[in-house]
Nanobody
Framework: QVQLVESGGGLVQAGGSLRLSCAAS????????MGWYRQAPGKQRELVAQ???????NYADSVKGRFTISRDNAKNTVYLQMNTLKPEDTAVYYC??????????????WGKGTLVTVSS
């Protein structure tokens, strides 16, 4: 069984910073892409940033230049450094990972989410 556990959310003033972490544990054979999504109240879940096992990254236009995604493959952990936060960044942030539990089986896993609130 695989688990993704996020941490690092909280309340911050506009212009501030937060760093989210997500650690994968369990019966893991390999991890391909890892990423962060967010869902604001009344809105659909959207991709924030994604990073492949090789380190290639992809960002939503709304966070480019402010957020940085990184990963530690030895720790099966992905990070999201969020700088210059804006009230519109307020959302529940979810970790996602494409994980193979055997040579032949791969699936997408989600964390339970961590709330980020940015006050104006």
């Amino acid at each position: 069984q695989v688990q993704l556990v996020e941490s690092g959310g909280g309340l911050v003033q506009a212009g501030g910073s937060l760093r989210l972490s997500c650690a994968a544990s369990g019966s893991i054979f390999s991890i391909n892409a890892m990423g962060w999504y967010r869902q604001a109240p009344g809105k659909q879940r959207e991709l924030v940033a994604q990073i492949t096992s090789g380190g290639s990254t992809n960002y939503a236009d709304s966070v480019k230049g402010r957020f940085t995604i990184s990963r530690d493959n030895a720790k099966n952990t992905v990070y999201l450094q969020m700088n210059t936060l804006k009230p519109e960044d307020t959302a529940v942030y979810y970790c996602n990972a494409q994980i193979a539990t055997t040579t032949y089986y791969r699936s997408a896993y989600w964390g339970k989410g961590t709330l980020v609130t940015v006050s104006s």
